[in-house]
């Protein structure tokens, strides 16, 4: 089960959590986010760190900048992106997210196969980061075979229950979990004791 911290935003914080060396560190480029990366250079982590880029109905020009400008291996896309904006991204792989609530129709899924891996995350006020997890049995109605990341809510409050999830059939496809907002000190600053507990447990 592969890990992503998600929200980075300091780089001593940065340079601190990836000596947990989680799979991946997200980095949000969407500036209606609290999580705001704005800094000039993402810190140099160790190489088996993917780095992504997190995006909200990006332009594809300033897309494709940033993820040229800090280098990034994956971007997530957490808006009402098309599958044909998608098409035009090069040179790294592609997360979709979705917002999922007990109505989320999982067919409309099927026209963004084009990407590499989905998010599923809870809807909520804001695009992502609500801090509140969904019903996870409702993926039992996700019927491809695309490997999904595990977002919303997550933290060592459920994590008995994300243990039972994994011990099911429902997480089948599930590739990796996505944390965020229940390890925070602050936003865009992990707790690193917090996240190591939880990797531990994981």
């Given at each position: 089960?592969?890990l ?9 914080n940065?340079?601190l959590?990836?000596?947990l ?13 609290k ?14 760190i ?46 979709k997210a ?13 026209d ?21 997890s ?21 933290g060592?409050?459920?994590?008995n229950?994300?243990?039972?999830f ?16 229940h ?20």
């Amino acid at each position: 089960m592969k890990l992503k911290i998600c929200g980075m935003k300091y780089k001593d914080n940065i340079s601190l959590i990836s000596k947990l060396e989680p799979d991946y560190i997200g980095f949000i480029f969407y500036k209606n986010s609290k999580r705001f990366f704005d800094s000039e250079s993402i810190p140099r982590v160790n190489k088996n760190i993917k780095k992504v880029g997190v995006f909200v109905n990006p332009e594809i020009e300033y897309l494709n900048f940033i993820i040229k400008k800090h280098n990034l291996d994956l971007v997530q896309l957490h808006g009402n992106e098309t599958p044909d904006l998608i098409s035009k991204i090069r040179d790294v792989k592609i997360i979709k997210a979705f917002s999922i609530d007990k109505n989320f129709n999982f067919n409309l899924i099927e026209d963004y196969m084009l990407c590499d891996y989905f998010l599923f995350d809870t809807k909520g006020k804001l695009p992502g980061g609500n801090g509140t997890s969904f019903d996870w049995a409702i993926l039992t109605n996700y019927k491809f075979n695309k490997p999904y990341f595990l977002s919303g809510g997550i933290g060592l409050c459920n994590i008995n229950e994300l243990k039972g999830f994994f011990n099911s059939k429902i997480s089948k496809h599930c590739f990796g979990v996505d944390i965020n907002s229940h390890f925070e000190i602050d936003y865009g600053k992990k707790d690193f004791q917090l996240i190591k507990n939880f990797k531990n447990e994981l």
